[in-house]
């Protein structure tokens, strides 16, 4: 059985600002990290 509407909505915004809060605190490191798995995929010879 699903939760009542309003908890399931709430529950939704605050894993969102979790998410939002993350990402902005961590935008740098994420930024390095893609790049740095980006430029790996472009010298990659072997595909598992």
Not at 18 to 46: G, L
């Amino acid at each position: 059985m699903l939760k009542p509407y309003k908890q399931r909505v709430e529950a939704t915004y605050a894993l969102m600002e979790c998410f939002i809060r993350f990402t902005s605190e961590n935008s740098a490191r994420i930024k390095a990290i893609r790049d740095a798995t980006k430029a790996a995929v472009r010298t990659q010879e072997r595909f598992p």
